[in-house]
Every structure is written in C-alpha cells, then in structure tokens.
C-alpha cells in the first residue's frame, strides 16, 4: 500500500505565501516524477509543477517566478513554495508522484484547499 499525504494547505490573503508539503510512505523501491497539479472551481486539473528524481524542474507559466517546487529524495518528500499568491490561485492542490513498486504506479494524493481572499 503507498500514500501520498499533503500538508499546508489553508487561507491566506493576495501577495501571501504557503508551503505545501507531500510525503510518500508504504511500500516504495523507487519513486521518480514528482508533481503538484490544482483544481480550481469550473476549471479542469491543470499540472502546477513537475520536479524529476534528478531535479529538474517545470513551472507553468501561471506560476512561473512565484511558486518554487523542491523534493527531498531520502524523505520521499516533495514541496511546493507559493509566494506572491493571487486570488486565482485558489485551487484544490493535489501531490502526484510516479512510485516502482513491481512496475511504476502513479499516485495522488486527497488534495489540500488553498484560498486566496482578502
């Protein structure tokens, strides 16, 4: 069994910051491809950021110079920085991660609401 569970999510006001963090756990060999992707209300899940097992990193351009993603490949960790948060940030974020087990899975996690209102 794998989990990926998010933290950090929560209200905060335009030109605030929040830290989400994404930790995965149960029975992993390997996990590559780390991501955060977001569902606002009416709007279809768009990919936020990816971060390979290398490092490597891809934004999209809505959040390019404001958001940062890292991981922590021992912790099995990854984050997402959101700076500079506008109210069209607002979005149920979701952690999604590529994981070997016998064959690689992709898994997600249950989603963390970020509200971005003054």
């Known amino acids: 069994q794998v989990q990926l569970v998010e933290s950090g999510g929560g209200s905060v006001q335009p030109g605030g910051s929040l830290r989400l963090s994404c930790a995965a756990s149960?029975?992993?060999?390997?996990?590559?491809?780390m991501g955060w992707y977001r569902r606002a209300p009416g709007k279809e899940r768009e990919l936020v950021a990816s971060?390979?097992?290398?490092?490597?990193?891809n934004y999209a351009d809505s959040v390019k110079g404001r958001f940062t993603i890292s991981r922590d490949n021992a912790k099995k960790m990854v984050y997402l920085q959101m700076n500079s948060l506008k109210p069209e940030d607002t979005a149920v974020y979701y952690c999604?991660?590529?994981?070997?087990?016998?064959?690689?899975?992709?898994?997600w996690g249950q989603g963390t609401q970020v509200t971005v209102s003054s």
């Open positions: 149960g029975s992993i060999f390997l996990v590559g491809g």
């Open positions: 999604n991660a590529a994981i070997f087990r016998t064959r690689w899975y992709d898994y």
């Open positions: 971060i390979t097992s290398g490092g490597t990193t």
